[in-house]
């Protein structure tokens, strides 16, 4: 009987030092939790935010820059907004303002440089400003040259049939003036470039050099 007595005495002591540990342990925790200054958990929650904004920043910029890479292998600037640059003018085709221009020593009648142009994706010249008409006369280099002009119809058109504007035209003084003398039958419905650089018109069936223009295709419609 005494040994038992005495085996159950140690039980409960081992289990009065096992509940005073834990109380111990317990009791020391808001202590520890003291140890760290307040302002020291400020800046950790701070640091805390700012690494999650930076993350996402960085997330929306890979995003962006992603999507604003244009198709051409040229990047833009404008991360929000892509404005890709235009593709260059095809191999013997000449840029000019946003378009391309090509023109060929082959002599074709106007119909027929009409029909290569459209071939060609691309359609006769079509003369709009002052700056486009000093370009084409370097461009045909002192030799006559069909452009896009017309008026089998009865008026001068483009070769997209929009009308002329007489406001802005560089006709040679006393032309157009649809000459029959020549005894071919027909007059002249067709515009070129003559030698001295102003607007002649001419029989169509005249073979002579032409421009043919198209704009620069463009990524963003």
Aim: proline residues 5%.
């Amino acid at each position: 009987m005494m040994a038992n007595e005495h085996d159950k005495f140690n039980l409960l002591q081992e289990e009065s030092n096992s509940v005073e540990t834990g109380n111990t342990t317990r009791s020391n925790v808001p202590r520890m939790s003291q140890l760290v200054p307040t302002s020291t958990l400020r800046l950790l929650c701070g640091l805390s935010s700012l690494c999650v904004v930076l993350l996402i920043l960085n997330i929306i910029v890979t995003f962006t820059k992603s999507n604003s890479e244009c198709p051409n292998g040229a990047n833009t600037e404008m991360a929000s907004l892509p404005v890709c640059p235009p593709f260059p003018c095809p191999e013997k085709w000449f840029e000019f303002t946003g378009h391309c221009y090509y023109i060929t020593n082959t002599l074709k009648s106007w119909d027929g440089a009409k029909t290569t142009c459209e071939k060609m994706n691309s359609h006769l010249i079509m003369i709009n400003s002052l700056e486009e008409q000093e370009f084409a006369v370097e461009f045909a280099v002192q030799k006559t040259t069909w452009i896009g002009l017309s008026d089998a119809d009865g008026e001068w058109k483009w070769v997209d049939k929009t009308p002329l504007d007489w406001n802005q035209t560089y006709w040679r003084e006393g032309q157009p003036d649809d000459w029959t003398g020549h005894g071919k039958g027909g007059g002249e419905d067709c515009a070129q470039i003559a030698y001295d650089q102003k607007w002649n018109d001419e029989q169509c069936n005249k073979p002579y050099q032409f421009i043919c223009e198209k704009e620069q295709r463009n990524w963003r419609k």
